[in-house]
C-alpha cells in the first residue's frame, strides 16, 4: 500500500493529489466526528480519534492540537456558565457538540468571513445548534487590536475562555482578551490558551495573571498552552 501511494504521488498531477487528499481529509473528519458526537458526555477522547479530527480539519499547521483539545473538552464538559472562544476552527465544532449535550452556549469571535463560512458550513452540516458566531473585523484599540464583540448581546457569565485567536502577528497579539472582555468573565472563569510555546504568549498570559492577581501553569508537551482562572474574588 505504501509503495503504491507512493507511486500515485509521483504519477499524478499536482492538482489531483490536492484533490484527493482533500476528499480524504474530509471522510476522515465526518467519519472521525460521528464517533465524537456519539460518545458520552463523560467519556474519555481517544488520542486517535482526536488526531483524525485534527487531521481531516484539513488545517494541521494552524489547528488546535490534541493536547489543548482535550483540556479544553474536559473544561466544557463541566462548565456553568457560557463559554467564549476566540478564533473559530475545530474547536468551535467539537464545542458546539458539547454545548447541545449540557445546554450551554458558545460564542465564537471570528474576524475572517471565508475562514467563518468554513466553520458555519461545517456546524450545520452536523446539526450543531449551540453556537453563536460572531464576525467582525479587528478593532483598533490604540495599544492593541482585538475583535469587536456584540458585547450589548454577550452574556455576562463567561465561565470557560478558549483562546486561539488572533493570529500572533495582530498588534498586541491575544492581549486584549481580558481589557475588552473583563466585566463579562464571571469569577472563578478559566482562560486556556493555545500557543504557549511562543514567547509572546508566555507574555501574554504573565501579563494576564499579573492584572488580574493570580498565577498560569503551562500545559501540554507537543504544543504547550496556558491556564489561568479569574480569582473567585475578582471585581
Not at 75 to 94: D, K, M, N, P, Y
Not at 105 to 120: D, F, G, I, Q, T
Not at 159 to 164: G, K, T
Not at 165 to 184: D, E, F, I
Amino acid at each position: 500500500m505504501g509503495i503504491a501511494k507512493a507511486l500515485a504521488q509521483l504519477m499524478l498531477p499536482k492538482p489531483v493529489r490536492r484533490y484527493f487528499h482533500v476528499m480524504y481529509g474530509r471522510y476522515v473528519f465526518g467519519r472521525a466526528m460521528q464517533v465524537f458526537l456519539s460518545l458520552p458526555l463523560d467519556a474519555d477522547y481517544p488520542p486517535k480519534l482526536l488526531s483524525n479530527l485534527v487531521f481531516g480539519w484539513s488545517n494541521e499547521s494552524w489547528s488546535a492540537q490534541p493536547e489543548y483539545i482535550a483540556s479544553f473538552l474536559q473544561h466544557a464538559r463541566s462548565v456553568r456558565g457560557s463559554i467564549l472562544e476566540c478564533g473559530s476552527g475545530l474547536s468551535t465544532v467539537l464545542l458546539g457538540a458539547i454545548a447541545d449535550k449540557t445546554g450551554n452556549k458558545v460564542w465564537s469571535l471570528e474576524h475572517n468571513p471565508v475562514w467563518a463560512e468554513k466553520v458555519r458550513v461545517s456546524l450545520q452540516s452536523f446539526n450543531i445548534q449551540s453556537v453563536e458566531l460572531c464576525v467582525n473585523n479587528l478593532r483598533d484599540y490604540g495599544p492593541y487590536s482585538w475583535y469587536a464583540p456584540p458585547k450589548e448581546r454577550l452574556p455576562s457569565n463567561f465561565a470557560l475562555v478558549v483562546c486561539d485567536g488572533p493570529p500572533g502577528a495582530t498588534a498586541g497579539g491575544r492581549y486584549g482578551l481580558l481589557p475588552v472582555m473583563k466585566s463579562h468573565l464571571k469569577p472563578g472563569c478559566d482562560i486556556l490558551l493555545d500557543d504557549a510555546y511562543r514567547t509572546e504568549e508566555q507574555e501574554i498570559a504573565a501579563r494576564w495573571a499579573k492584572e488580574l492577581g493570580t498565577t498560569y501553569n503551562i500545559s501540554g508537551l507537543k504544543k504547550p498552552f496556558a491556564t489561568l482562572a479569574v480569582p473567585l474574588m475578582a471585581q
